[in-house]
């Protein structure tokens, strides 16, 4: 479902989509923090 809502989120912008990814990523606090380190973005004042 995290993937599915994911997905559907890039590909259409809808906000309904984002805050069910988010939903579903809160309730497996273990993926989120997975998904939160592989998505990381460096600061410009990092580099």
């Known amino acids: 479902m995290r993937d599915f809502s994911w997905k559907y989120f890039t590909m259409t912008g809808d906000v309904d989509a ?23 973005v460096p600061d ?4």
Do not use: R
Request: net charge negative; glycine share 4%; aromatic share 12%.
């Open 18 to 40: 984002y805050l069910l990814y988010k939903e579903v990523a809160g309730s497996e606090p273990e993926l989120a923090a997975a998904f939160a380190n592989e998505e990381a």
């Open 44 to 47: 410009e004042e990092d580099e």
